[in-house]
């Protein structure tokens, strides 16, 4: 059995062997033939220049004509050490034709020099500068057409438009002629001086607004947006275009996700929900973020969820010493662990599996690996099952921050940042309930607590799991109809990279006990989302019927008590709200909560959210 094994390994190395020798005679034998071919368009251009020189003189022409063939002799082995033919020529920049008429001029000089001091024949200036000149153009011909009809057969099949006649249009019409991706025919730009004019031999064929009429005229198959920069409405804009049309719409993700690179193929994918309603340009101030992280130790709680995932990315990104990955769920912290450590195998990544609310355990997280930055993203979020479920919210979203921030008190953690909802405002929800009890906490922590905290309120996310706009993609999937619980329904919406990168900033702000909101933008209303979402793929006439509001929903969110005051900070996305006037302490908060879960153990439901409503209106407007 082993030398059956053996003799069959044996055979697939001498496969491959005999495979690497064809693929290198192959290679050998292509580079064999174009030196022939260069050294044919060499003679093809010492013939010429000679022409050009003496005309019809034959006797003059054989009189110079060794001359000439001692040129192309220097020229020939010039090229050959010069690395000419090392080259891939299918792929040539500007910067390989140069190196081609360097090899070139080499052999024109070395001919030069070597005639002068030999003196063994005779080379007319003008014979030799034209059959340098003329051989270069011969050469420098024979490649670019080559590149030309070869990029005709291989990307005669998809016809792409581009829309951005600016730098990285041009840097994306370079990677798909580079790729052979496709075949661009026409640029689109609002620019008025690019209008009609050719850019890299592709014409600028219209605006934006002038997409859907050339969809058919061009015959195009795919439309790209080559504006990483781009807003959510130009988006729009561009996606209304194409709506209805058998073309594919793709874009680069925003331009905070591609740092300090150039886009490329690999960066484009199709138009999605996030990009018409949440995408918004968001800068950040590097500098104080990557202060308070560099070189720190840093817990995320609900690594594995939507928002806690994405911290995690964004924090990898300013150099961390340690980055702790905390969940219950192990396969979403797999699979954060994963995609992290195959982006920087050097980044040291600690997977936890655990549940914030084991004291315990979590005692045991912080003396072993000492946190000095925790942002705590752990939370049930559902509003409906948490309806259903008060114990639960309670325990997760109050008792299990409230155990957090006393462990980041007793082990001197830097920074505390806590992720709130807007839900918590007036909440008529337990969900929201528990995370206003939780936010109520974080602002009572006694002044001999070191830690910084800051809590960031913010609203409705695109994308996140198990979100409302999961579920209308399944219905559309399904064919409808899209359930809606009523019209009026508005809703405000952020992306979750730019959410995050602003909690991230928040972080950075921080200073005592603090609450941060997030300018959402305007609420908008939810059907007009689902909507938007049924025509993105492809199914614009979907039916919607309306089921009615469930228990602890509002038709529309807020961000704000009336008697909070937002004041500016140093970025124009963030509001800080200060408070003074909280009437109950951290220690009496804690025991309501603990009272309220045995209450509602025992069935007095009412009597539990009666005992937790002190929490809520334990704050005195009138300081």
């Not at 044996?10 to 033939?33: D, G, M, P, V």
């Not at 220097?74 to 190196?99: D, H, M």
């Not at 070869?150 to 790729?179: F, M, Q």
Request: proline share 4%.
């Amino acid at each position: 059995m082993i030398d059956k094994t053996q003799k069959k390994e044996n055979s697939q190395r001498t496969s491959t062997l005999e495979y690497s020798k064809i693929k290198l005679l192959l290679k050998s034998s292509r580079n064999l033939w174009l030196f022939f071919i260069d050294t044919a368009l060499l003679f093809l251009s010492g013939a010429i220049a000679l022409f050009v020189r003496f005309g019809f003189n034959f006797t003059e022409m054989r009189k110079y004509a060794p001359g000439v063939l001692l040129l192309i002799m220097f020229t020939a082995i010039s090229n050959l050490f010069n690395g000419t033919y090392k080259i891939v020529w299918r792929y040539a920049q500007p910067v390989e034709f140069l190196k081609l008429l360097r090899g070139l001029f080499i052999g024109y000089a070395l001919t030069v020099i070597f005639i002068h001091f030999t003196r063994i024949t005779v080379l007319p200036r003008s014979v030799g500068m034209l059959t340098f000149l003329g051989g270069y153009f011969l050469l420098f011909s024979a490649r670019t057409t080559y590149q030309f009809l070869l990029g005709i057969r291989k990307s005669s099949g998809k016809r792409i438009g581009i829309v951005g006649a600016g730098d990285a249009g041009v840097i994306l019409l370079n990677e798909i002629k580079r790729t052979n991706y496709g075949r661009v025919v026409a640029f689109f730009d609002d620019d008025p001086a690019k209008l009609h004019r050719t850019i890299a031999n592709v014409k600028v064929v219209g605006t934006i607004d002038e997409i859907d009429k050339f969809i058919d005229e061009l015959e195009l198959d795919e439309i790209l947006i080559a504006i990483p920069s781009a807003s959510k409405e130009l988006i729009a804009r561009v996606s209304d275009k194409v709506s209805g049309k058998h073309v594919t719409l793709k874009t680069f993700p925003p331009i905070s996700q591609l740092l300090d690179r150039e886009p490329t193929i690999a960066d484009l994918r199709e138009i999605s929900i996030q990009d018409i309603i949440g995408r918004e340009p968001v800068t950040v101030d590097l500098n104080s973020i990557s202060g308070y992280i560099s070189g720190k130790t840093v817990l995320v709680t609900g690594a594995g969820g939507s928002i806690g995932s994405e911290i995690a990315r964004q924090v990898a990104n300013f150099s961390p010493k340690k980055l702790i990955l905390l969940g219950r769920g192990e396969n979403s912290i797999y699979e954060i662990y994963n995609e992290l450590k195959e982006k920087d195998t050097a980044l040291e990544l600690i997977p936890v599996i655990a549940d914030v609310t084991d004291e315990k355990f979590m005692e045991q997280v912080f003396s072993g690996y000492k946190p000095q930055i925790v942002f705590h993203a752990a939370a049930h979020k559902h509003v409906f099952f948490m309806q259903t479920n008060l114990y639960e919210a309670l325990r997760v979203n109050a008792l299990g921050t409230i155990n957090l921030v006393k462990l980041s008190c007793k082990y001197s953690v830097e920074r505390f940042v806590f992720i709130s909802t807007d839900k918590a405002v007036h909440p008529t929800s337990y969900m929201g309930l528990s995370k206003r009890i939780a936010e109520l906490y974080l602002l009572t922590i006694p002044e001999t607590c070191s830690t910084r905290i800051a809590i960031v309120r913010f609203g409705n996310v695109i994308g996140s799991r198990g979100s409302v706009l999961w579920k209308f993609k399944k219905q559309i999937e399904k064919g409808g109809p899209l359930t809606i619980t009523d019209p009026r329904m508005k809703r405000y919406w952020m992306s979750i990279p730019e959410a995050v990168s602003l909690v991230i900033q928040s972080g950075a702000f921080s200073n005592k006990r603090e609450l941060y909101v997030l300018d959402m933008g305007e609420q908008i209303p939810v059907e007009k989302v689902a909507k938007t979402l049924a025509k993105l793929m492809g199914k614009p006439d979907i039916p919607v019927i309306y089921t009615g509001a469930v228990p602890g929903e509002k038709l529309e969110e807020e961000l704000f008590y009336e008697f909070e005051k937002p004041e500016p900070t140093d970025h124009p996305k963030i509001s800080r709200v200060r408070y003074t006037q909280i009437t109950l302490n951290s220690d009496e908060i804690e025991s309501i909560v603990k009272q309220s879960m045995e209450l509602y153990i025992s069935g007095k439901e009412k009597e539990a959210v009666d005992l937790l409503q002190k929490i809520v209106s334990a704050v005195n407007p009138d300081e």
